[in-house]
């Protein structure tokens, strides 16, 4: 639902990051019901949501999983929908709906483990490269927020960014030794895309050079896992 960007982009961290994790998070129960353990403090004990496995109605989000085929009558795309089960869960959790709660704040109520959350306003371009370069290879889920709407362009291809809004950074490319931030939107896109179009590309996955984070963006969050 609205509001929901960075509850789903610190979950699309964790899929990209650790699949197995998600995998185990989700415990089938075999009755059409699944239970999900979260945690209301770093370090305490877990607390087990049941929630049954059928999404309600208007949950949009499937495509966070990136795991699409075409329906069997090729009228439409079909996604799995854990990430529906796991937002139901989440929202149960928390005793209202999600809304705009921080990905740092997602990863510990998840895990259990600490997260942090860092405003880059003050720091410099290379200051920050170094930060993020450094958070990836170390593999830390990672988030970050944009500040504006803007179209960016990146390797031949117009990028859509939209303020106010949480990404999930995939990795760090480089384009013509140009660090380049991969980012996947998890309220998607059409898969059938990138492909070079008259406007911005609709795919979920978009590209935006590391060195412009403050132009776009505003801030990182970020989880490494023990």
Same mark, same amino acid.
């Given at each position: 639902g609205l509001g929901d960007c960075a509850f789903l982009a610190a979950v699309g961290a964790l899929a990209t990051n650790d699949p !197995?994790?998600?995998? /185990?998070?989700? *415990?089938?129960?075999?009755n059409g019901t699944a239970t999900v353990n979260f945690y209301r403090t770093v370090g305490g004990a877990a607390v087990p949501i049941i929630v049954n496995e059928t +999404?309600?109605? %208007?949950? @949009? !989000? =499937?495509?966070?999983?990136?795991?699409?085929q075409m329906s069997a009558d090729g009228s439409h795309w079909e996604w799995e929908i854990w990430p529906q089960v796991l937002e139901k869960a989440y929202t149960q959790f928390l005793g209202h +709906?999600?809304?705009?709660?921080?990905?740092?704040?997602?990863?510990q109520n998840l895990t259990g483990q600490a997260a942090v959350s860092r405003l880059t306003a003050g720091m410099t371009? +290379?200051?920050?490269?170094?930060?993020?370069n450094n958070l990836v290879a170390s593999g830390a889920n990672i988030v970050i927020s944009?500040?504006? /709407? =803007?179209?960016?362009?990146? %390797?031949?291809?117009?990028? *859509?960014?939209? %303020?106010?809004?949480?990404y999930t950074l995939v990795g760090i490319s480089q384009i013509n030794g140009i /660090?380049? @931030?991969?980012?996947?939107?998890?309220?998607?896109?059409? +898969?059938?895309?990138p492909r070079a179009t008259n406007g911005p590309i609709e795919s979920p996955n978009i590209r935006v050079s590391l060195a412009s984070f403050n132009v776009y963006f505003r801030r990182y969050q970020y989880q490494i896992e023990l």
């Open positions: !197995q994790f998600i995998h /185990d998070l989700i *415990q089938d129960n075999g +999404p309600d109605a %208007g949950y @949009m !989000q =499937a495509d966070l999983s990136r795991d699409y +709906p999600i809304y705009d709660v921080d990905a740092y704040i997602v990863w371009a +290379p200051a920050i490269s170094t930060a993020i944009s500040e504006v /709407d =803007a179209v960016v362009y990146v %390797g031949g291809l117009d990028y *859509q960014i939209w %303020g106010n809004h949480a /660090d380049i @931030m991969e980012l996947f939107n998890p309220w998607g896109g059409d +898969p059938e895309k």
